[in-house]
Structure formats: C-alpha cells, structure tokens
C-alpha cells in the first residue's frame, strides 16, 4: 500500500531529497561582532597553553626538542639526555604534531586578523579593533619564532587561506 502511494504520488525529481539549508556559514557571516573575534582570540590563548598536551604522550620528548634541553643550548645532568635526539626524524609523530601545530596558531592567527578587519564588524574604538589584530599578529610571531628556532627557513603565510594552497616556498 505504501509502494503504491509513493508511485501514485507523483514526487517531482526535482524536489525529492533536496535539502534547504537553514543555515550556511561563511567567514563574513560568522564574525559579525567583536565579541566574536575576541572568541577567535580566546582559542589561541588556549592553544598556546595547551601545547605540551597537544605535543603528544611523552611530555619529557617534546620538552627536551623544543627548548633544546640536553643539548649545547641547555644541558640537563642525566647521561642519557642526547640519545633522545636520535628518534627525531621526519617521520616521528611528535615532530610532525609539532610543526603542525605551530602552523594552526598562524592560520588561527590570519583569520584572527582577517575577521577584525571585516567591514560588518562594530568595533567601539579604534584602539580595540588594534588591540584584536595586535593579539593575532603576536601569536603569529610567537608562532614563527618557535618554527624559525626549531627548523629554519619556513614558509610564511601572510594572510588567512580559505583554500588549500601547495606551493609555498
């Protein structure tokens, strides 16, 4: 019986399963206030203080690559302080997690910097529409600064990629 009234009712193609969004976000329309970007803000606040956790297990491993330690910028006493070294190639996860992970602050960071600057936003001064971008550009720095300390000459994202993008240089 249901069959039949599924064929005897004539649905259009057209119109079958086809889904209305009620919704659909974009980066103009998910920032419209400043209280927006200060969330956007919040969520490098967190990021940078959650680092070791997002690091990976072995807390020690991450300690001892990114500040050097064991190593002639800071020597620990253990004798055993070096070997930890020899596992950190390109294929270790907690490299990789690492690099990563800086590079996720920039692009938090670019969009922190996009959307302040977005026309629909309200800003009650000057000076907090600055102080927003001056919280994105330091988190992009501080970012930088721990890939440059740790790897070289990485490449530089100037601006907020809504897109993948496979050329850097």
């Known amino acids: 019986m249901i069959l039949l009234m599924l064929g005897v009712s004539g649905c259009n193609d057209n119109e079958f399963l086809n889904e209305v969004p009620k919704t659909f976000y974009t980066l103009e329309n998910v920032f419209t206030t400043p209280a927006q970007v200060d969330q956007a803000i919040i969520t490098l606040y967190s ?20 500040k050097g330690n064991g190593s002639d910028v800071l020597d620990r006493s253990w004798s055993h302080s070096l070997s930890i070294y020899i596992g950190f190639t390109g294929e270790n996860s907690t490299i990789t997690r690492l690099y990563n992970f800086f590079y996720e602050i920039i692009s938090k960071a670019n969009l922190v910097i996009y959307a302040a600057n977005l026309p629909q936003i309200s800003w009650s001064s000057d000076a907090e529409k600055k102080y927003a971008i001056a919280q994105g550009r330091f988190f992009k720095a501080w970012a930088y600064s721990n890939l440059v300390e740790l790897w070289g000459g990485v490449p530089i994202v100037t601006e907020y990629l809504d897109a993948p993008k496979y050329d850097f240089q």
Do not use: P
């Open 47 to 66: 990021n940078q203080r959650s680092l070791q956790n997002f690091v990976g297990g072995d807390l020690r491993e991450a300690g001892f690559l990114w």
